[in-house]
């Protein structure tokens, strides 16, 4: 007889599996995102009363949807208000048919909504990146509803607080239900232009793990591979968009360095000294792989505004050519920063520009990249952005210019966040 715990892992592991197509399914149906979370969320308590006496079900997920739409049944029989505004939307025939039809039950366990699922999955994620909400609120939402995640595991995932991460995702959810966004995908221009907001969520996820902002890891795996979760569940469901393909393809390949990037106590080891036979090369073929898929789609195209390379897929050439590089000294500076040049056409902002400078000084030398890095100095968007100063102290220092090195480590040191980080530049503040 398998032990309560053992069930209570397996719930949760199903949970994290099935919560995201549970959640859009049942939006679909009741068309409110809030709603619909806390039906799954009746469904998921029933299957922790029921099933260390029943067994696990042959197949988990179907029944917890099967017990939600039961769930969302009574609920709307019981809430005068929400069948008023079912009758009045007209959208959901599905729902209707089931109120006004009593021999509706039985038709639940017969549905099968599998070819519906990826359509729904696809509305979740662009509805939890809506722009009537923050981007705080979009990262905190796409985590909850389509990465399964509690408030309490986003919250030390930021290092935020687990009250301030749950009011964060109600508010988000209210804000969604008062400007009465449908649940409903984006068409045309509209879905191109919302688009950008669902990748840069994923891609924050991806860089909060990467390089966190704070606290004493300089890396949060977990969150990286979250966001890599949730980038291929999106190029599943979006395979013909190059953007999406793109930003799978960058995350891959800088997923790969994960291992090589930090030291046995911690510390973090720059680019151009890891030990690159630590780098996944399996990671690297994924990305190279969705990089090729990117830059077909963009061919296919043609030429125009739709055909033109899109920013992700520049940044995951960038990092093709470091994957590509069998040691620090084969990488390909001048490509990199030729890429950087048409990176920062396609999105010109003050930390492109930065990025360009560390290319080009690999490219054409310290005195080049320093030149534009002194051109940002005044730039107010960069005045508390560490990198800013360790950049320039970098450059010092290959110059000579020692004691100048010395205060930019310094003041780089007093800016960032992350006391990994804060370690390496002051070590560097002594020995530059």
Same mark, same amino acid.
């Given at each position: 007889?398998?032990?309560?715990?053992?069930?209570?892992?397996?719930?949760?592991?199903?949970?994290?599996?099935?919560?995201?197509?549970?959640?859009?399914? @049942?939006?679909? +149906?009741?068309?409110?995102?809030?709603?619909?979370?806390? @039906?799954?969320?009746?469904?998921?308590?029933?299957?922790?009363?029921?099933?260390?006496?029943?067994?696990?079900?042959?197949?988990?997920?179907?029944?917890?949807?099967?017990?939600?739409?039961?769930?969302?049944?009574?609920?709307?029989?019981?809430?005068?208000?929400?069948?008023?505004?079912?009758?009045? *939307?007209?959208?959901?025939?599905?729902?209707?048919?089931?109120?006004?039809?009593?021999?509706?039950?039985?038709?639940?366990?017969?549905?099968?909504?599998?070819?519906?699922?990826?359509?729904?999955?696809?509305?979740?994620?662009?509805?939890?990146?809506?722009?009537?909400?923050?981007?705080?609120?979009?990262?905190?939402?796409?985590?909850?509803?389509?990465?399964?995640?509690?408030?309490?595991?986003?919250?030390?995932?930021?290092?935020?607080?687990?009250?301030?991460?749950?009011?964060?995702?109600? $508010?988000?959810?209210?804000?969604?239900?008062?400007? /009465?966004?449908?649940?409903?995908?984006?068409?045309?221009?509209?879905?191109?232009?919302? =688009?950008? #907001?669902? @990748?840069?969520?994923?891609?924050? *996820?991806?860089?909060? %793990?990467?390089?966190?902002?704070?606290?004493?890891?300089?890396?949060?795996?977990?969150?990286?591979?979250?966001?890599?979760?949730?980038?291929?569940?999106?190029?599943?469901?979006?395979?013909?968009?190059?953007?999406?393909?793109? +930003?799978?393809? =960058?995350?891959?390949?800088?997923?790969?360095? *994960?291992?090589? $990037?930090?030291?046995?106590?911690?510390?973090?080891?720059? =680019?151009?000294?890891?030990?690159?036979?630590?780098?996944?090369?399996?990671?690297?073929?994924?990305?190279? &792989?969705?990089?090729?898929?990117?830059?077909?789609?963009?061919?296919? $195209?043609?030429? %125009?505004?739709?055909?033109?390379?899109? #920013?992700?897929?520049?940044?995951?050439? *960038?990092?093709?050519?470091?994957?590509?590089?069998?040691?620090?000294?084969?990488?390909?500076?001048? $490509?990199?920063?030729?890429?950087?040049?048409?990176?920062?056409? +396609?999105?010109?902002?003050?930390?492109?520009?930065?990025?360009?400078?560390?290319?080009?000084?690999?490219?054409?030398?310290?005195?080049?990249?320093?030149?534009?890095?002194?051109?940002?100095?005044?730039?107010?968007? +960069?005045?508390?952005? /560490?990198?800013?100063?360790?950049?320039?102290?970098? =450059?010092?220092?290959?110059?000579?210019?020692?004691?100048?090195?010395?205060?930019?480590?310094?003041?780089?040191?007093?800016? &960032?966040?992350?006391?990994?980080?804060?370690?390496?530049?002051?070590?560097?503040?002594?020995?530059?």
């Amino acid at each position: 007889m398998i032990s309560t715990n053992e069930i209570h892992r397996v719930i949760d592991a199903v949970w994290r599996i099935e919560s995201a197509k549970l959640i859009a399914s @049942l939006a679909r +149906l009741v068309q409110d995102v809030g709603l619909a979370e806390d @039906l799954a969320q009746d469904s998921l308590v029933i299957a922790l009363e029921q099933w260390p006496q029943s067994g696990i079900p042959n197949n988990p997920g179907a029944w917890l949807m099967a017990t939600a739409k039961h769930r969302a049944i009574d609920r709307i029989r019981r809430n005068v208000a929400l069948e008023r505004k079912v009758e009045e *939307i007209g959208r959901d025939l599905e729902i209707q048919d089931r109120l006004t039809d009593t021999g509706f039950e039985a038709t639940i366990d017969d549905t099968d909504d599998t070819d519906d699922v990826g359509d729904d999955l696809l509305r979740l994620i662009f509805i939890a990146c809506h722009p009537v909400l923050s981007t705080e609120a979009r990262v905190a939402l796409t985590l909850r509803l389509i990465g399964g995640l509690k408030a309490d595991e986003i919250a030390r995932a930021f290092l935020a607080q687990e009250s301030t991460i749950a009011q964060r995702i109600v $508010r988000a959810k209210r804000a969604l239900a008062e400007a /009465h966004v449908p649940f409903e995908m984006p068409v045309g221009v509209a879905r191109d232009e919302r =688009l950008g #907001p669902v @990748l840069e969520v994923i891609y924050l *996820i991806f860089n909060e %793990g990467y390089s966190a902002t704070a606290g004493d890891d300089w890396m949060r795996p977990a969150l990286c591979d979250e966001a890599l979760r949730l980038g291929r569940i999106l190029a599943g469901l979006t395979p013909h968009e190059p953007e999406v393909q793109g +930003l799978l393809a =960058l995350m891959e390949i800088q997923a790969s360095r *994960i291992r090589a $990037r930090t030291g046995p106590g911690g510390e973090p080891i720059l =680019l151009l000294d890891q030990n690159r036979a630590r780098w996944d090369q399996l990671l690297i073929r994924r990305g190279l &792989t969705a990089l090729v898929r990117a830059e077909a789609l963009m061919s296919a $195209r043609g030429p %125009g505004v739709m055909g033109r390379t899109g #920013p992700y897929v520049v940044q995951a050439k *960038i990092a093709a050519c470091h994957a590509q590089a069998r040691t620090a000294g084969a990488t390909d500076w001048s $490509r990199i920063a030729a890429l950087y040049d048409e990176l920062a056409q +396609l999105t010109p902002s003050p930390v492109v520009e930065l990025n360009r400078a560390v290319a080009v000084s690999m490219a054409d030398g310290p005195a080049a990249g320093l030149k534009i890095v002194d051109a940002l100095t005044s730039e107010p968007s +960069l005045k508390a952005y /560490h990198l800013l100063p360790s950049v320039r102290g970098n =450059l010092l220092a290959k110059l000579g210019r020692l004691d100048e090195a010395r205060a930019e480590f310094e003041r780089a040191a007093s800016l &960032t966040q992350n006391s990994r980080e804060r370690e390496l530049l002051l070590t560097r503040m002594h020995s530059p």
